[in-house]
C-alpha cells in the first residue's frame, strides 16, 4: 500500500486514528461512570496510587503515577484537600517537601469506587479481547510507554 508525504501508509493512519478514538471512548465511559463516586479520573487515579503507596506521596511522585505536570498535581491536590479526600504534610526530615497523604475518607471513597471500576474496566476494555490478545496489547503497550517521550 502506498504511503503519503509522511511516510505513512492509509492502514498505518488507519490504525492510529483507531487508537485514539478508542482512548477516547473509554476515557468518556470510565469519567461517566466514576462521576457516580463523584470522582474524576484524576482523583480516582490519585487515590489509587495513595493506597498503591502505603497512603503517602511526594507531589513530584503523584505527578509522575498519574503522567501530569507538578502544577496540575498541585491544583488537583488542592481540590482534593478541600473535599477531605487527602491532607498535605511536612516531611520530618526534608523541611522543603510535602508529602500528600490519604485520609480515611479519601481511603473509604477510594475503596467504594475499585469494585465497581474493576468491573468497568473489565466490560470495557479487557473482555472485550481474546487471552493472547490482553498478552500482544500489553507488549506493544510497554514498547510504546518504554520508548522515547520528547524529540
Not at 39 to 56: N, V
Not at 82 to 94: L, S, W
Not at 104 to 131: C, I, K
Amino acid at each position: 500500500m502506498a504511503s503519503d508525504a509522511t511516510g505513512t501508509t492509509p492502514d498505518e493512519w488507519a490504525v492510529w486514528r483507531a487508537f485514539l478514538a478508542a482512548q477516547a471512548q473509554l476515557t468518556l465511559e470510565t469519567d461517566r461512570r466514576l462521576r457516580a463516586y463523584g470522582l474524576s479520573s484524576g482523583e480516582y487515579g490519585s487515590l489509587a496510587a495513595l493506597r498503591d503507596a502505603r497512603g503517602r506521596l511526594r507531589i513530584g511522585e503523584l505527578a509522575a503515577q498519574l503522567g501530569w505536570e507538578k502544577s496540575r498535581t498541585s491544583h488537583l491536590v488542592t481540590r482534593m484537600e478541600e473535599r477531605g479526600f487527602v491532607t498535605r504534610e511536612p516531611v520530618a526530615d526534608d523541611r522543603r517537601a510535602t508529602d500528600i497523604v490519604i485520609t480515611p475518607l479519601g481511603s473509604r471513597t477510594a475503596l467504594g469506587a475499585v469494585r465497581d471500576h474493576a468491573a468497568d474496566v473489565r466490560e470495557l476494555f479487557l473482555d472485550r479481547m481474546q487471552p493472547e490478545e490482553r498478552a500482544v496489547v500489553a507488549r506493544v503497550l510497554d514498547r510504546i510507554l518504554s520508548g522515547p517521550t520528547s524529540r
